[in-house]
Structures are given as C-alpha cells and as structure tokens.
C-alpha cells in the first residue's frame, strides 16, 4: 500500500493561514455548534386598515393625531417603512427627515392605515401611506413660518396676559353664541358659521377676550354616546372658528363636552331638546383685565 509522504508543519500553517474566512470558521467549530438556532421576535401580520382622512392637529415623535371633518379625532404612527406622497412625487422607503419634515400641523392629508391581524378596533394604526397635495403643504409651511417669526411676541403676549389673569375661573362673559345641530349630527349650518365668524371678529376687536367653547346634546342616546358627541361638536366648532374664521388658537381656551348636563330647556318636548342640541361660544375676559 502506498502511503503519501507527509507534509511538513510549515506548509499545513501556511494553508490555513490563507484559507478563506468560512473554512477557517468552520474548521474552528466543535461538531456541537453546528447545531445552533437563534429565535428572533416575529414581526405582527399586517392588514388593511381604515383610510383616514383629515388635518394634522398634533404630533409627537412619529404618532400623528388627525382630526377629521366630523371633529373626530384618530392617531396614526409613521415608520421607517411609510410612503409620503406630495401632488409632485413621493418620499419612498424610508421616511427621512426632509419626509418627516413635511408632515406639519395643519396639513390636510390622506392616509393609507395598516392594523395588525389579531388587534382589535382600538389597535393603534400604523400609517402605510401619506398623502397631501403641494399646495396644501406649501400654505402650511408658510402659517408655520409666520408664526415662527412671532412667536416671540406672541409668547410675550400670552405670558403677560396670562400673568394678569390669575385666578382662570374669574371671567365675566361678554357675549355667547349659540350654534345647534341635528339629533346625532355635528354639521354646521350655513347661517351658523356665518354667526360664528361673525363672533370672532367682533371677539377680536376686545381686549384680552378669550373664547370657551362646550358642546352639549338632548337626552337622545346614551350618557357615553352623548359625551363623545358633546366633544366631537365642540371640536368642529373650533376647527371652523380657527381654520376658517381665522381665530388664533393661543386664545382659545380648553374646549370641553358636557354631553346633556346643564340643559337650556326641557328634554321633554322636540322644541326643548332642539335647543339643547348645541355649542355655546362664549366670549371672556378675565376680571383681573376686563377695562384694561
């Protein structure tokens, strides 16, 4: 039998030290840990979600908080994996600061939602695509602008007023508008939007007013029904008076839902309920500066 003449141990080093990196690592291994298996965390199955429609009331970090038309409000979470769509092209994969800047309070936009498979109704959403037009964008950047270059002011402004006023709860009332609505409805009529834009120029020519705005409804429907349809009235209500009446919000006060607490009439007859079906628009000014 023929037996191959043995290498000398210089040339064995001299191969291993230039074999590729995968031999060397597996040379190296133990039969034992060949056998190693490294569980990760499955990511949650995904299904098509609501689309949701609105204007960015707020944001913090990467969740968005849209309030749509009917003054509901949804929350919505931006990821590395979200498209943003402009009327002029589209921000794909990930969605980068020049993205993220772009989604600004006040923006009008549309949005594609994902939710997991096994959440349920209150699951968050998870925003697979965002869309808004240029035009819309642009307008937003030019109110952020704006208000950028008198924020100074403005906060000065505020600081003082509220340095004045001490005690909140001590306004007189100048004047309240009442706006009504249907039974379960939250649309506003054209007579009222143009009594409230009526009432914020009038508003805003006093000094130092504030306006509270509290929605309530009739004895219609449950007390959680009727408070969610409080808030959603009050929160159309102040969309209206900001975006279109021009009302700044820095003097608006916290709106509230009283749902049919503190009627203005009976609940007993259709007539009665017809006016308890409203937001009242209240014009303040705190005693502490009222005739400054």
């Not at 023929?2 to 590729?20: C, G």
């Not at 490294?38 to 970090?61: D, H, L, Q």
């Not at 009235?233 to 709106?255: D, E, F, H, S």
Request: glycine residues 8%.
């Amino acid at each position: 039998m023929h037996v191959p003449p043995r290498l000398p141990i210089s040339v064995l080093l001299a191969a291993l030290a230039v074999a590729p990196p995968a031999m060397a690592f597996a040379a190296a291994q133990s039969p034992a840990e060949s056998n190693i298996v490294v569980n990760g965390v499955a990511a949650p199955a995904m299904t098509a979600g609501p689309e949701v429609r609105g204007v960015i009331a707020a944001r913090n970090g990467d969740r968005l908080k849209i309030s749509g038309a009917d003054g509901a409000s949804t929350i919505v979470a931006v990821t590395d994996t979200t498209r943003i769509r402009t009327g002029g092209g589209l921000f794909a994969g990930n969605h980068g600061k020049l993205a993220a800047d772009s989604l600004l309070n006040g923006l009008p936009v549309r949005i594609k939602t994902l939710r997991p498979v096994d959440g349920d109704a209150d699951t968050a959403l998870v925003a697979s695509q965002i869309s808004f037009r240029n035009s819309d964008l642009k307008t937003a950047s030019m109110i952020r602008n704006a208000t950028a270059q008198r924020f100074d002011e403005q906060t000065a402004a505020t600081e003082a007023l509220r340095g004045r006023m001490g005690d909140i709860d001590k306004y007189n009332i100048k004047n309240t508008t009442n706006v009504h609505f249907d039974t379960g409805k939250t649309e506003l009529s054209a007579e009222d939007k143009a009594g409230l834009c009526a009432t914020a120029t009038s508003a805003q020519a006093t000094d130092n007013a504030l306006l509270l705005v509290v929605g309530y409804t009739d004895s219609t429907g449950s007390d959680e029904y009727n408070q969610q349809l409080s808030e959603k009235r009050a929160n159309r209500v102040i969309n209206y008076l900001q975006q279109v009446c021009g009302w700044k919000p820095y003097r608006m006060l916290t709106p509230t839902g009283m749902a049919k607490a503190d009627p203005a009439a009976s609940n007993d007859t259709p007539e009665g309920k017809a006016q308890n079906r409203r937001v009242a628009v209240n014009v303040l000014v705190s005693k502490s500066v009222d005739g400054l």
